[in-house]
């Protein structure tokens, strides 16, 4: 916050000097043009009254007459108009100033403000991390260090830690993984490649890749997919349903099915993942969207793996696709995800 601050007032401190170097050196270019005009007509009016007789006659002047440059001006009167034009641009110059000072420090809080927030998420973003990445370090370094202490240390126990210590490293691989595209899809465009595409495609595909965890829990997969088409990237939106229905899975008890749709509306695209899993509680329907959140454990009453990292990669997909996500449930009956996609006018 310090920071922030330090950097908002330096900016207002540029913008200032800038606008007032603007507002000094315009009114300066008024002071002079205008007191010059001040001293041209005085001295005119005075050589009028000089010469009366030329004043319905100034064609008649000759150039050097029509130039010429009295001597004597009433001084008194010249400065005192010249005061009179410094008091009021000097009076224009402190309004500016002050209105400039606040019209600054507002900009640049307006300008600085997704810096901040950008730099904020990324605080939290190392924070997050680093706690995830510090449990399964912490149970691999514990677990060496007690069997290293361990003198009836054997082979058969020496495999048994290494499958062990195995299992955390698989972990870090898969948070690696998760954080690796989280940070892939955090960039402007995601390096997405985007082309007509229809919507069957990547549910199918995503449908393949959670068969085999499907199956393990006699979980089918119904897909009723009608033909739509959206501007859209294959990989990514074959990501975004993989992830939706590896949640749908995990979190479904065995033989519960679930239940694919895709259809349209307006200029829309729509597609719905539906299970008749445990549910989520109402506190956390807000909460699921956010990096590495997971409801309790303690409510939900089943051990899942993950991270709480897959539905914020899923909302950020969809937010490159320029469309929306929303999740609907209800404790102990189940969970239905939407996706909306602006329908492709190609």
């Keep these: 916050m310090h920071v922030f601050n330090s950097a908002r007032i330096k900016l207002s401190l540029w913008y200032l000097l800038i606008i007032m170097i603007i507002s000094i050196s315009f009114s300066a270019f008024i002071y002079y043009g205008g007191t010059r005009e001040l001293n041209r007509i005085v001295r005119v009016e005075q050589y009028h009254d000089q ?32 005061l009179r034009i410094f008091e009021s641009l000097l009076v224009v110059n402190i309004f500016i100033l002050l209105a400039s000072s606040l019209a600054g420090y507002f900009l640049a809080g307006r300008t600085l403000g997704p810096i901040k927030n950008m730099v904020d998420e990324q605080n939290r973003f190392i924070t997050d991390a680093s706690h995830e990445l510090n449990t399964p370090l ?26 062990s210590n195995l299992e955390e490293v698989n972990n870090l691989q898969a948070l690696s993984a998760e954080l690796i595209k989280i940070t892939q899809y955090q960039k402007v465009n995601g390096n997405l490649n985007f082309e007509k595409i229809d919507i069957r495609k990547p549910i199918a595909t995503a449908v393949s890749k959670v068969n085999t965890l499907a199956a393990k829990k006699k979980i089918k997969i119904n897909v009723k997919a009608a033909r739509q088409f959206v501007d859209g990237d294959a990989r990514s939106l074959t990501e975004l349903f993989t992830v939706l229905l590896d949640n749908a899975v995990k979190y479904s008890p065995n033989k519960k099915d679930i239940f694919v749709t895709a259809d349209s509306f307006d200029s829309k695209v729509r597609v719905s993942v539906k299970d008749r899993g445990m549910g989520i509680d109402k506190e956390d329907l807000p909460l699921i969207f956010d990096r590495f959140y997971r409801a309790d454990k303690s409510r939900t009453k089943q051990e899942v793996s993950g991270y709480g990292l897959g539905l914020s990669i899923a909302k950020r997909i969809v937010d490159l696709h320029n469309g929306t996500i ?13 996706v909306v996609f602006p329908r492709s006018r190609v």
């Design 51 to 82: 010469h009366p007789q030329l004043r319905a006659l100034p064609s008649a002047l000759p150039d050097s007459d029509r130039i010429l440059i009295i001597t004597n001006p009433n001084q008194q009167i010249i400065e005192q108009e010249k």
């Design 326 to 338: 929303n999740a609907e449930s209800e404790k102990g009956t189940g969970t239905t995800f939407t």
């Design 138 to 163: 912490t149970s691999l370094k514990t677990s060496i260090e007690v069997n290293l202490r361990d003198k009836n240390l054997n082979l058969e126990k020496s495999k048994g830690v290494l499958l």
